[in-house]
């Protein structure tokens, strides 16, 4: 199986520094990271010999670090199913997930979700890789997810998460419309009385804060556009429904209506970060799936996506 080393060529700005300096002030690994890789006869080479992170290289040698797991650990099986992948490389994959699928395994999905597809594509193309999630989308909500191959760009992307470098942008359909055309719903989401499951807003919930802009609507329903600052469990579809619009074929906050949609009308449409090892800029868009963008009451909205 391939693993992922990421090499350093040693110039004469890195000369007679330790390698502890270089990985964590030039390449920010983290300690956690470090103490995975330093152990193994791979994880630091220096010209292909191991060495300690106290050694002290000099102009020429190139300096190795392993950054894929030894062996996975996440306790994720591989198990064959529907993957769509939009952007691969040595270090992560954006996937455009489908609705009904859930992005980790849990009690009574051990092999049905996102993690367990993954695993088995690394599988099957020998990449040694673990399954390291970044964010979340609920098991309804369709569209862009970022997943990490390796720990230190699964920890890379965590630091961007809620900052301007992480963007997140999303697509409802919602019964009713927005009190007015654009606007911040500021108000903290806990968790909603004799329920496990349910969220509310509530005075003693956590912050959350989603900015939203209506892009159509009309009679009785609208599209609605968001992007969040924090990202608390069900909070658009909380958010909106405290708005008094809730999303179509929302059976927690809103109605189940099987015969239009059967799951609530959520679609993450834009993704943008900062590539962990590279820095450069990466931005994806997903259009609307057929079941959302057939609730648009004109054919020509969907050109708008």
């Not at 992480?166 to 055309?181: I, M």
């Not at 900062?274 to 820095?279: A, C, D, L, S, V």
Request: with cysteine.
């Amino acid at each position: 199986m391939a693993a992922r080393y990421l090499r350093i060529p040693i110039d004469q700005a890195l000369h007679n520094l330790e390698v502890n300096t270089i990985l964590r002030r030039h390449l920010h690994l983290s300690g956690t990271v470090l103490r995975r890789v330093k152990w193994l006869e791979d994880g630091i080479t220096v010209d292909g010999q191991r060495v300690t992170v106290r050694y002290r290289v000099q102009a020429g040698q190139v300096l190795s670090v392993r950054l894929t797991d030894p062996a996975p650990t996440s306790g994720t099986v591989p198990a064959p199913g529907p993957l769509d992948l939009v952007w691969e490389d040595e270090d992560l994959v954006v996937v455009n997930k489908a609705p009904g699928t859930l992005v980790h395994p849990s009690h009574g999905h051990f092999s049905d979700t996102l993690g367990n597809f993954l695993m088995y594509h690394y599988q099957q193309t020998g990449q040694d890789c673990d399954f390291h999630p970044v964010h979340r989308l609920d098991k309804g909500t369709s569209g862009l997810l970022v997943v990490a191959k390796h720990p230190h760009a699964q920890e890379q992307l965590k630091q961007q998460l809620h900052t301007p470098r992480f963007r997140r942008v999303y697509l409802a359909v919602c019964d009713g419309v927005p009190p007015a055309p654009s606007g911040t719903v500021d108000a903290p989401i806990g968790m909603a009385e004799g329920s496990w499951t349910s969220r509310q807003v509530s005075p003693q919930g956590q912050s959350a804060r989603t900015h939203y802009q209506v892009l159509q609507a009309w009679e009785g329903g609208s599209l609605v556009q968001m992007e969040l600052d924090t990202g608390r469990t069900h909070q658009i579809r909380v958010h909106m429904a405290h708005l008094g619009c809730p999303l179509t074929g929302d059976f927690l906050y809103g109605m189940e209506q099987p015969d239009k949609i059967p799951r609530p009308a959520l679609h993450s449409y834009h993704l943008s970060f900062t590539h962990p090892i590279t820095g450069e800029p990466l931005a994806f868009t997903q259009p609307l799936p057929q079941d959302m963008a057939k609730l648009l009451p004109k054919k020509e909205f969907e050109v708008l996506l």
